[in-house]
């Protein structure tokens, strides 16, 4: 799964540039959706299709609201950070959603749960540190180079 996860936000980080947001959810939820009905109909047994206002009401909800909405916002992110960001970042959507669920009683509690938030979490807080070095070093050496030009600017004079 984390392969994957890492080919669709190089793919997205590649494909989705220059492009409206919309456009590229709306061929990439289409793609998912023929591939997840090709691959269910030969191997789930039992697909039930039901036609009820309520169930049609939750699977708007669910298909609009919370998939559509959450993907163009994530491919808008994509296009606008880093790919290590992302990568770091991404996996958080999974910590809070376990959570929420827990919240609302659909999960259960486990300190697995908790231990995977936190080296999640910990894994974003040495990325930030990590990335804060880099940058650090990089203005510090910038501004050095800066300093020997202006000396010799000066000296030249």
């Known amino acids: 799964g984390g392969i994957f996860f890492g080919i669709d936000i190089a793919f997205t980080k590649v494909f989705a540039k220059g492009k409206n947001p919309v456009v590229y959810v709306f061929f990439q939820l289409v793609i998912l959706t023929v591939l997840s009905f090709a691959y269910a109909l030969p191997f789930e047994k039992d697909i039930?299709?039901?036609?009820?206002?309520?169930?049609?009401?939750?699977?708007?909800?669910?298909?609009?609201?919370?998939?559509?909405?959450?993907?163009?916002?994530?491919?808008?992110?994509?296009?606008?950070?880093?790919?290590?960001?992302?990568?770091?970042?991404?996996?958080?959507?999974?910590?809070?959603?376990?959570?929420?669920?827990?919240?609302?009683?659909?999960?259960?509690?486990?300190?697995?749960?908790?231990?995977g938030g936190l080296i999640i979490t910990l894994a974003?807080?040495?990325?930030?540190?990590?990335d804060a070095r880099i940058e650090k070093k990089q203005k510090m050496e910038s501004e050095k180079i800066e300093e020997v030009v202006d000396n010799e600017e000066n000296q030249c004079q």
């Open 48 to 115: 039930a299709f039901s036609w009820e206002w309520t169930n049609l009401l939750i699977l708007v909800f669910l298909g609009v609201g919370c998939t559509a909405l959450c993907w163009l916002m994530r491919t808008d992110a994509i296009k606008n950070v880093s790919d290590v960001t992302c990568a770091v970042i991404m996996p958080m959507a999974a910590v809070i959603a376990t959570f929420t669920s827990i919240i609302f009683k659909i999960e259960q509690f486990s300190w697995n749960v908790v231990a």
């Open 124 to 130: 974003i807080v040495i990325s930030g540190v990590y």
